[in-house]
């Protein structure tokens, strides 16, 4: 089977071209054995990009290094706008695609200066919506205190289709994310586990940020992690409702739209190979 590698900032996903059938052509424990950085390909996650329905021009479906299913990628859905122009022959300048995702619709669109914006839809304010049981289900979570590793930390909770909890801190450098980051994402508040991204507000309208994911650990690069970051930062008085975004993997444009309540990311995606994947046996026989 043929696929390409992308990747995002950083954050590197194996894209499968499955438009001739609604089902991926990959199981998820595939998927883990692909991501592996030693056995497999390597990569953050393994993306799918399949048909659409009568309201959209495909469906795109993602499995975490971990085997997982996360409902969105705002990473990963740049690359995919780029595999599919690729795909049709069609690399055109404002050229967009309609995307169904498990967090509903996206749609990502070509600019001119090689990047692709993405309109990312609403934000997720409520406890019942990250899903987290930190405060009573109909109530928004922000700066409330979550004790994790010893620590009391101040967090604010945002869902961009997936869960994402976000703390502002002094100086990411410092942040422990091997340690700290898989105790936020196991946490017992978080049911479906949770995307934890740390935040130094460098001005209101500039802000860096580290980030362990949900099924995938440390990343370079999370774009609904960063979307979830700058609300979180409105929310809290921190930062701009448009600001830069930069992650150890480079730096994305975010916009929370007053008009119409929408996130707006814009970054690169870039096509890294293009490669056939084969089965490996094991030479072990007991
Ligand atoms: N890196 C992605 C997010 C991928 C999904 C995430 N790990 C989850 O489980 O929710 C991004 O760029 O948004």
New binding site residues.
């Given amino acids: 089977m043929e696929f390409t590698k992308y990747q995002?900032l950083g954050?590197d996903f194996i894209l499968v071209d499955n438009r001739h059938n609604a089902i991926p052509l990959l199981s998820s424990k595939e998927a883990i054995k692909l991501c592996d950085r030693h056995f497999g390909i390597g990569a953050?996650?393994v993306i799918f990009a399949l048909p659409g329905d009568e309201n959209t021009d495909y469906t795109m479906r993602?499995f975490?290094s971990d085997g997982?299913e996360?409902?969105?990628?705002?990473?990963?859905i740049r690359c995919l706008a780029r595999f599919l122009a690729k795909l049709e022959g069609i690399e055109t300048v404002g050229k967009s695609y309609r995307i169904q995702t498990l967090a509903g619709i996206m749609i990502p669109r070509l600019e001119e200066d090689g990047q692709v914006k993405v309109d990312m839809g609403n934000p997720f304010l409520l406890a019942k919506e990250i899903p987290t049981t930190l405060t009573k289900g109909e109530e928004k979570v922000v700066n409330q205190f979550l004790e994790v590793g010893g620590q009391s930390w101040s967090v604010t909770c945002v869902s961009?289709g997936?869960?994402h909890c976000i703390t502002f801190v002094d100086n990411v450098a410092t942040i422990p994310l091997e340690t700290i980051g898989p105790m936020f994402e196991h946490h017992a508040v978080f049911p479906e586990?949770t995307?934890t991204e740390f935040i130094e507000v460098v001005r209101s309208d500039y802000l860096k940020m580290r980030v362990w994911?949900?099924?995938?650990g440390i990343?370079l690069?999370?774009?609904?992690?960063?979307c979830a970051s700058v609300v979180a930062g409105v929310l809290t008085g921190n930062c701009d409702r448009l600001c830069t975004v930069e992650l150890p993997g480079g730096c994305l444009t975010i916009e929370w739209s007053e008009q119409d309540n929408r996130l707006y990311m814009t970054g690169p995606a870039e096509a890294v190979f293009t490669g056939v994947m084969r089965t490996t046996p094991t030479n072990c026989k007991e």
């Avoid at 996360?70 to 990963?76: A, E, F, H, I, V």
């Avoid at 994911?213 to 995938?216: D, L, S």
């Avoid at 690069?221 to 960063?226: K, L, Q, R, S, W």
């Fill in positions: 995002g954050n953050d996650g993602i975490n997982s996360p409902q969105m990628c705002g990473n990963g961009m997936n869960p586990r995307n994911e949900r099924g995938a990343t690069a999370c774009g609904t992690g960063a």
